[in-house]
Structures are given as structure tokens and as C-alpha cells.
């Protein structure tokens, strides 16, 4: 199992441009989550979609923040535009439904700094 | 008053010690409790779920008290290879509300 896939694994960029970060979910699983991670803050939870449909997104920060899942093998997260204070480790999650209970499982992570 | 409180520590202790971390929660209704490991620079992983009746794994053991709205992780015998951030997690329902996590450091 190649567990939760996040691409790009680092970003650098400069304030005002688009950023998209991506997600592929384990297979099967039907929940989704994004996160954003700072020392200042821990891990906050953006958005979290079920069976692709956008259940939560009280936790993303500003209409800059967007979020899509099209199918249920892929989501993405975008910025437009980005800025210097959405530097941060941001993380995509999945959950299933049978057997692994609550348990989500954590993609590697894309940290993202803006200048 | 956030949601899930810990200490950040950091907690350094040596090898072979045993180290407890606590951690606090605000909405009594929550339904289910867990720890996460964080390891530097990469994703948290499940650590072990936490039962009402408290519940062990090898030198871990973790324990809820819901009148008190409080938990606990004991790590017994700790290991160099322990050394990471230990998130406690909260379900209110929704979604998984995490602690900022508590930083143990084992040295030799």
C-alpha cells in the first residue's frame, strides 16, 4: 500500500502567486482531510471532505484558501495568492471507513514557504 | 481555553527512565481519545487509541478520566528511539482535534 501520496514535498514561491498542493488518499478510503501545521499553531484542520463532498471547511483561513476533490483518488488545496504568513507544513489525510476505525493516515506533508 | 491543552515540555529524560505527559480537553461530549507520534520533520503517526478503562501497549499505557476531562500517556523503560512529539488527539464528532503536542528527548 503506498499509503497517502502529497506532491509537491517542498514548495518555495514568492508572495501574490498561485500555489496548488495535491493529494492522492488511500485507496477505498472515503474521508479527507487537510491540515496546516506551525510552530506557533499545531496542526490545524483546513477542510475535511466525505465521499468528495466538502463537509467542514470552517477551518480554512480566508477566501484565498480553496479546496477541491473531484474523484475520490485526488484533492487539492490551492492559495491565490499566497503570502509570507501561509509558510507552513500543510497535510493531507485519509480515512476509511471499516476495520482502521478513527485512525487517519498522514501523507508525508508539503512545506511551503513564501518570501 | 483551546480545545486540547498539553505542556510542550520539552521532556528530556535519560534512558530507561519513565515519563508521563498529560493532557487536557473542553468539550465533555467528545467521543474518542488517541495519541499521535510525530517524529522530526515528518507526518504523525497513531500511536495507540485511549480507552475508559485505560489501556496498555508493551511500556506504553494510556489512561482517560472523562469527570475530569483529562489523559494520560506513561512511557515506562523510555528508549532512544521514543524521542519524538506526542500529540494528544481528540474526536468531537467531526473531525480529530489535535494537541500541540509534548517534545520528549531520551538521551544515553
Known amino acids: 500500500d503506498a499509503g497517502v501520496i502529497q506532491s509537491p514535498r517542498h514548495e518555495v514561491t514568492e508572495m501574490g502567486q498561485e500555489v496548488t498542493l495535491r493529494c492522492k488518499p488511500i485507496?477505498?478510503?472515503?474521508?479527507l482531510f487537510w491540515y496546516r501545521q506551525t510552530m506557533m499553531r499545531g496542526l490545524e484542520l483546513l477542510i475535511y471532505?466525505?465521499?468528495?463532498?466538502?463537509?467542514?471547511d470552517s477551518g480554512m483561513p480566508e477566501d484565498r484558501f480553496s479546496a477541491k476533490m473531484p474523484n475520490a483518488s485526488f484533492s487539492t488545496l490551492k492559495i491565490q495568492p499566497s503570502e509570507p504568513r501561509d509558510s507552513a507544513v500543510y497535510f493531507c489525510?485519509?480515512?476509511?471507513?471499516?476495520?482502521?476505525?478513527?485512525?487517519?493516515?498522514f501523507g508525508p506533508g508539503t512545506r511551503l514557504t513564501v518570501l | 481555553r483551546k480545545e486540547v491543552e498539553q505542556d510542550p515540555g520539552p521532556f528530556n529524560v535519560p534512558e530507561g527512565a519513565t515519563v508521563a505527559f498529560n493532557c487536557t480537553y473542553s468539550?465533555?461530549?467528545?467521543?474518542?481519545f488517541f495519541w499521535y507520534r510525530q517524529d522530526c520533520r515528518k507526518e504523525p503517526k497513531l500511536l495507540m487509541s485511549?480507552?475508559?478503562s485505560g489501556n496498555e501497549d508493551g511500556r506504553f499505557t494510556a489512561q482517560l478520566n472523562r469527570a475530569s476531562q483529562y489523559i494520560s500517556l506513561l512511557i515506562r523503560d523510555s528508549k532512544l528511539s521514543d524521542s519524538a512529539t506526542y500529540l494528544c488527539?481528540?474526536?468531537?464528532?467531526?473531525?480529530?482535534?489535535f494537541g500541540k503536542g509534548t517534545t520528549l528527548s531520551v538521551s544515553s
Open positions: 488527539v481528540v474526536n468531537s464528532g467531526t473531525a480529530l482535534i
Open positions: 485511549v480507552y475508559s
Open positions: 471532505f466525505n465521499n468528495n463532498v466538502p463537509i467542514d
Open positions: 468539550n465533555s461530549a467528545s467521543q474518542s
Open positions: 489525510a485519509s480515512r476509511g471507513t471499516s476495520g482502521t476505525g478513527n485512525e487517519q493516515f
Open positions: 485507496s477505498g478510503h472515503n474521508s
